[in-house]
């Protein structure tokens, strides 16, 4: 099985800017399509962001406009930039892709 692996998460205030980048342990992998989900304490996990192999992207509403997903050009990364932060954006991030999904990288947007 594929194993992902998160990056980016930190501390942020009101407002701020995090790029989240998700690679495979594997220098093979290939990202067709993959989506970034997150989960705050005490909450269900929420589907933010999808790209699929032609390039389609969608958003969570509570996110559109605010955050882009997308590929680099090997389709090798794949990032989740996240501008115009809340506090209420504040969770782990996962990255999916092909059924495997990373262990998550901490957001918390805070002054």
């Known amino acids: 099985q594929v194993q992902l692996v998160e990056s980016g998460g930190g501390l942020v205030q009101p407002g701020g800017s995090l790029r989240l980048s998700c690679a495979g342990s594997s220098h093979n992998l290939i990202f067709r399509a993959a989506t970034w989900s997150r989960q705050a304490p005490g909450k269900q996990r929420e589907l933010v962001a999808s790209i699929v192999p032609n390039g389609d992207t969608s958003y969570a509403d509570s996110v559109k406009g605010r955050f882009t997903i997308s590929r680099d050009n090997a389709w090798s990364t794949v990032f989740l930039q996240m501008n115009s932060l809340k506090p209420e954006d504040t969770a782990v991030y996962y990255c999916?892709?092909?059924?495997?999904w990373g262990q998550g990288t901490q957001v918390t947007v805070s002054s």
């Open positions: 999916g892709s092909s059924g495997s």
